[in-house]
């Protein structure tokens, strides 16, 4: 189905999947193996991934397996904000969480995944906030991620979403996940034990008329995650480095994932495939309860 600048392939079920990995936050030589992952764990659970992203200027839900290789060769992530000039120059780019969250809403779906979110960034006095917390703000739908990037300041950005009023949710576990590791000594208040205690969650947030999303943060899986302290250990390291080297702007996320994967010889990017993969399936998980004809 095309609706003006917004194409849309898939029928219920399905969830969305952002595709700013396949640009810019994953090495080019696991890019496709990712988003391969990720449909697989969605279709085991007799969902339908809907990949979304802007090719040639069409802003579509439901990217087809060609048009994700052409769309890893580019290194272009868009945000909400970006999407009007990239369909207007005809462009590319993967879209980010928020503008992931935007166009799924839009298409009428109301699940999604993704590796984690962005956030409040270091320094705390930089004023860079990630655009993905005012767009969870504003977007009733589901968002599946194991947490926040460990290259934001967890415990700040966990503060703007309680500001703003976006429900989070640990999934079976009390704690922020930390990306990597899923312990970081942040506490929640409101923990799912299961997708059909999610799906109680967000109905009743319908039955209220909530703005905003529920934020499902999922801990990585134990058998790839990092432990608190390699996390840390690395990324204060990364963050160091890009100071010295200058880097800024767009360029400081994919230089500390690069970074932070040669320090951890590998470990921090078996992680982020493993998330990536375990999140997509989850969700899929919580489509299929929202399915199930209530008693």
């Known amino acids: 189905m095309t609706d003006g600048p917004i194409t849309v392939r898939v029928d219920a079920p399905a969830v969305a999947l952002e595709t700013g990995f396949l640009t810019r936050g994953l090495p080019g030589a696991v890019r496709l193996e990712a988003a391969q992952r990720m449909a697989e764990a969605v279709r085991s659970r007799g969902v339908e991934p809907a990949f979304i992203g802007v090719f040639r200027g069409q802003a579509i839900v439901g990217l087809a397996l060609y048009e994700l290789e052409l769309l890893a060769q580019h290194e272009e992530k868009l945000s909400t904000r970006d999407l009007p000039a990239a369909l207007a120059r005809h462009g590319y780019g993967g879209t980010t969480v928020a503008a992931t969250m935007f166009l799924a809403h839009l298409a009428g779906l109301t699940v999604a995944a993704t590796g984690g979110i962005g956030g409040v960034h270091r320094p705390l006095d930089s ?169």
């Open 127 to 295: 004023g860079d906030v990630s655009a993905d917390l005012y767009e969870l703000a504003r977007t009733p739908s589901i968002l599946v991620c194991s947490g926040v990037k460990a290259i934001a300041d967890l415990r700040a950005t966990l503060e703007r979403l309680e500001t703003l009023g976006v429900t989070v949710v640990g999934y079976g576990t009390d704690q922020l996940p930390a990306f990597w590791s899923p312990d970081s000594g942040l506490a929640l208040d409101t923990v799912a034990e299961s997708a059909e205690g999610v799906a109680e969650i967000w109905r009743r947030a319908r039955a209220l008329n909530t703005l905003g999303a529920t934020l499902v943060c999922v801990p990585p899986p134990r058998e790839v995650a990092l432990t608190t302290e390699e996390s840390e250990q690395a990324l204060a390291q990364a963050l160091e480095e890009s100071r010295v080297a200058r880097v800024t702007g767009p360029d400081v996320t994919p230089y500390l994932l690069s970074r932070i994967a040669e320090l951890t010889e590998g470990r921090s990017l078996r992680a982020n495939l493993g998330l990536l993969e375990n999140n997509a399936g989850v969700a899929a998980a919580i489509r299929r309860v929202l399915d199930r004809p209530q008693s």
